[in-house]
């Protein structure tokens, strides 16, 4: 590395895609709305997210739609119920 000249010189960088689990950050608050409303319900719950199940689910749904995460089966996260239906 060389101090005198910029890091966007780095000729042997090449960015990698994020780690699964990792996903943009929504810097247009494109699912603000529901966001909000989850985080009300877990603090109107003591921060106990069984109320808030559903909320949650929406706030992923969103999340999957546009596009700030990849889509992915209910079941891997977390929203499959005993019986074997989701919530």
Do not use: A
């Amino acid at each position: 590395m060389s101090f005198g000249r910029p890091p966007s010189i780095n000729v042997g960088f090449k960015p990698t895609p994020p780690d699964r689990g990792s996903f943009p950050l929504d810097h247009y608050g494109e699912c603000k709305e529901q966001m909000k409303v989850y985080m009300t319900c877990l603090r109107d719950n003591s921060s106990t997210s069984s109320p808030c199940r559903l909320l949650s689910k929406d706030y992923l749904d969103c999340r999957m739609n546009k596009g700030l995460m990849e889509r992915d089966d209910w079941k891997n996260l977390g929203f499959q119920s005993k019986e074997g239906k989701d919530p």
